[in-house]
T-cell receptor
Framework: GAVVSQHPSWVICKSGTSVKIECRSL??????MFWYRQFPKQSLMLMAT?????????EQGVEKDKFLINHASLTLSTLTVTSAHPEDSSFYIC?????????????FGDGTRLSIL | AQSVTQLDSQVPVFEEAPVELRCNYS??????LFWYVQYPNQGLQLLLK??????LVKGINGFEAEFNKSQTSFHLRKPSVHISYTAEYCC?????????FGTGTRLKVLA
């Protein structure tokens, strides 16, 4: 149980393109979804938290106009990297939990490797 | 504020040997502690969690961890490892609404 599907797994695109990443909870209702970014040999860095039907809460230093998050249903959240540039290249991982409390385990997708040329 | 420290960036160990991966945390509020495993190009899989109650927590594949409040530690242990356990192991603390992750420890199991 508690499967999270993230798509696509790998994206290569030109600078200036917008890229959408989907995160789906397949067998549970995800009240809360999280988006992380991971650089090589570094820890996961939380970008934003989204609750179904509400606006996402962004961490300090994360541009909300650059990284658009939509959490329109209890099973789907999307992250759109707008006008992506090479510095946006990274590994993006989503997670989902059945509630916003920190004692609720987060279930992770397999990540999306984004490469901007 | 919370933080997590995984001092060992890499731990090599021979197959069938025991292993301990260290995790220390700091938090000013009640903590919830988690260990995840990450295989190459994959997301994180929950190994075990401490929310409350017994300080010795057992997880999947025979992994266990002990919550030590006085030493602010949550070390992960496995009595015997297999080559397939080679992966990145991440410790996380959840104190309010989000997790803080450590930088991970690469467990490399040698034949």
């Amino acid at each position: 149980g508690a499967v999270v599907s993230q798509h696509p797994s790998w994206v290569i695109c030109k600078s200036g393109t917008s890229v959408k990443i989907e995160c789906r909870s397949l067998d549970f209702q995800a009240t809360t979804m999280f988006w992380y970014r991971q650089f090589p040999k570094q820890s996961l860095m939380l970008m934003a938290t989204s609750n179904e039907g509400s606006k996402a809460t962004y961490e300090q230093g994360v541009e909300k106009d650059k990284f658009l998050i939509n959490h329109a249903s209890l099973t789907l959240s999307t992250l759109t990297v707008t006008s992506a540039h090479p510095e946006d290249s990274s590994f993006y991982i989503c997670s989902a939990s059945e509630g916003p409390q920190a004692n609720q385990p987060q279930h992770f997708g397999d990540g999306t490797r984004l490469s901007i040329l | 504020a919370q933080s997590v420290t995984q001092l060992d960036s890499q731990v090599p160990v021979f197959e069938e040997a025991p292993v301990e991966l260290r995790c220390n945390y700091s938090s000013s509020v009640s903590v919830y502690l988690f260990w995840y495993v990450q295989y190459p190009n994959q997301g994180l899989q929950l190994l075990l969690k401490y929310l409350s109650g017994s300080t010795l927590v057992k997880g999947i594949n025979g992994f266990e961890a002990e919550f030590n409040k006085s030493q602010t530690s949550f070390h992960l242990r496995k009595p015997s490892v297999h080559i397939s356990y080679t992966a990145e192991y991440c410790c996380a603390v959840g104190g309010t609404y989000k997790y803080i992750f450590g930088t991970g420890t690469r467990l490399k199991v040698l034949a």
